[in-house]
């Protein structure tokens, strides 16, 4: 995707990152953007604590903060980007029925399907979702670097276990109940296929047509151009 980002960029758009996240892996977030080459931009993180774990309903971080960036940039128009590993695609229609007027177009990662994963193994593309991709990056400092005695060869660089716990608690809380049955191995495959595109349907059938766009591979949002 950080291609596709710098793409847009490039022709002006600017980016506000808003993440499930916590505040706590900011700075190995911010590490992460910097690697992958995203294109800089605000970053709307998180504040959690067990409580909000148990209490807090699921994407509220998300509805709280979006609206609020679009109020604070009401001559805008935006472009909403998400995925359907999590509860994306419901939020984002949400908030587009509050401002139809500054949504464009919602981009939702098809990262549930079996024909999403394997176009992307075919294009050697990452298929899993935001959190797995952070937690993959935070586990390069667990690996071992030939270091010396004493330190057990690891990368003493920040607290990779506890912040990948968190991304595991933040992610569960986060998942749909379409997609917690697509982790459920007693569930055939077709059923699952049937569930994701019935759950995509209905979701563009509440909105106007052509505002939603379900995309397989980040290349195909390279075709997308705006008039600033």
């Known amino acids: 995707m950080s291609d596709v980002y710098q793409y847009w960029s490039n022709q002006g758009v600017h980016v506000h990152y808003v993440s499930n996240s916590p505040w706590q892996v900011y700075p190995a977030l911010s590490e992460f953007i910097r690697d992958r080459h995203f294109p800089a931009g605000s970053m709307h993180l998180r504040a959690i604590s067990t409580g909000d774990l148990i209490r807090r309903k699921p994407g509220q971080h998300k509805l709280d903060v979006i609206p609020q960036i679009l109020q604070d940039f009401p001559s805008r128009k ?83 276990t506890t912040t990948t716990s968190m991304l595991d608690a933040v992610g569960e809380t986060e998942l749909s109940e379409d997609e917690k049955v697509m982790n459920d191995p007693a569930v055939s495959l077709k059923t699952k296929l049937d569930m994701f595109h019935d759950r995509m349907d209905y979701l563009a059938s509440e909105l106007p047509e052509g505002v939603l766009t379900v995309f397989t591979l980040a290349s195909q949002l390279r075709t997308v151009s705006f008039t600033l």
């Open 78 to 160: 935006f472009i909403l980007v998400g995925d359907s590993g999590e509860r994306d695609p419901e939020i984002y229609q949400q908030i587009y029925k509050q401002y139809p007027n500054q949504i464009i177009k919602i981009f939702i990662h098809d990262v549930t399907s079996e024909r999403a994963r394997h176009a992307d193994q075919r294009e050697s593309e990452r298929s899993d979702s935001y959190y797995n991709g952070l937690k993959k990056f935070l586990a390069r400092d667990q690996q071992p670097n030939g270091g010396p005695p004493g330190v057990g060869g690891l990368l003493p660089r920040r607290s990779s």
